[in-house]
């Protein structure tokens, strides 16, 4: 698989993704229980798999140089939109009393857990941002360019990473710090597939689908509580064996995705979507829970939660500010999450 293939891959990737994303917040409203359980399922892989795929596209940099690339890509369009969807609140708050209009002040700028209803799913891009930067310190103090994913010094803070999720639970930091340990264990997966190119070993496919299968009976047959899986709330499951089903049900999807996406139209609709994934992501809730207030079908909630961002996304890359306020980039290359 050469660059160009493996990049046009990825934003098909992102595109199921940021569906399954928006699939999953939707359905988990659902007056119908078997949508409701498809969303806890989907739940229990959708955000592993954008960490995964930022670990794909990892590339180790000097910390300064990958500092000032995410504050532009990830930050400047996280805190854009962050403002832009909380200050109607803001000021209304403020209307009545400005102690708690203080307060709310107070929640948005701590990020993380404390980011409810519209902004709710904000906490991925800080924890991002987060990740990138102590995955590629860690990187660069094992060994630099040669990142290698099995250096000794990684797996030891990756196995540490796991262990903590243990111990973080409870624990509420700024922009979803507290996630990080988990995220980087993911992202280092994303890593470890890639540079060992993993996705083309069959053993790696069998005993995916093997412990896929696993998660998907235990799923059904009623075990649903013991292996829930949300990242948010630090809801990790059953310790290991969680993250493990979560990496496997990502090269599942991952696998299936890559033999979809050489259908024609079906792949360039998946490229196109993943290349809005961003906009998607800010925007999917508040209209998403707008439309569940007036009572609309589930399933045309899905679908506008991704068609009017996509739309709103198509016209903000046409301006050089906007781009660069709301997409992160000051030049006509398009926006991804990296």
């Known amino acids: 698989m050469n660059t160009t293939d493996r990049i046009d891959w990825i934003d098909k990737a992102k595109g199921v993704g940021i569906f399954l994303v928006v699939t999953a917040h939707v359905f988990l409203n659902a007056s119908a229980p078997i949508l409701q359980k498809l969303a806890k399922f989907i739940y229990l892989f959708h955000m592993p798999l954008f960490f995964m795929l930022s670990g794909m596209l990892y590339k180790p940099e000097v910390f300064s140089v990958l500092f000032k690339k995410r504050v532009v890509s990830l930050l400047i369009p996280y805190t854009a939109f962050l403002f832009l969807l909380t200050i109607k609140s803001l000021i209304g708050t403020a209307a009545h009393s400005y102690g708690e209009a203080l307060k709310y002040m107070s929640q948005i700028i701590y990020g993380g857990y404390n980011l409810k209803g519209w902004v709710g799913v904000f906490w991925f891009i800080s924890c991002l941002f987060l990740t990138q930067l102590a995955y ?9 360019k040669t990142y290698n994913p099995l250096a000794r010094p990684v797996v030891f803070v990756i196995l540490l990473c796991s262990s903590l999720t243990l111990l973080t639970t409870q624990v509420r930091l700024p922009l979803a710090a507290e996630v990080v340990p988990i995220a980087m264990v993911f992202f280092w997966n994303g890593h470890l597939i890639r540079a060992q190119n993993l996705l083309n070993s069959n053993k790696m ?4 689908v093997l412990c896929a299968s696993i998660c998907v009976f235990l799923y059904v047959d009623g075990y649903t509580a013991l292996i829930a899986f949300d990242m948010k709330p630090s809801l990790f499951g059953l310790p290991v064996v969680s993250i493990v089903f979560a990496v496997s049900l990502v090269v599942v999807v991952l696998k299936a995705i890559i033999f979809i996406s050489n259908v024609k139209y079906i792949g360039e609709i998946m490229a196109s979507i993943g290349s809005a994934s961003l ?6 809730q508040p209209i998403n829970l707008t439309l569940r207030d007036r009572h609309w079908p589930d399933f045309f909630i899905v679908l506008l939660s ?3 961002p996509y739309l709103f ?7 050089w500010i906007s781009r660069l306020l709301l997409l992160g980039i000051s030049n006509k290359k398009t926006p991804v999450i990296r």
Not at 205 to 208: D, Y
Request: net charge positive.
């Open 136 to 144: 590629n310190a860690l990187i660069n103090c094992a060994g630099g």
């Open 205 to 208: 496919l069998v005993l995916s």
């Open 279 to 284: 906009v998607i992501m800010y925007l999917s």
């Open 306 to 308: 991704i068609i009017l």
């Open 313 to 319: 996304y198509s016209f903000i890359k046409l301006n």
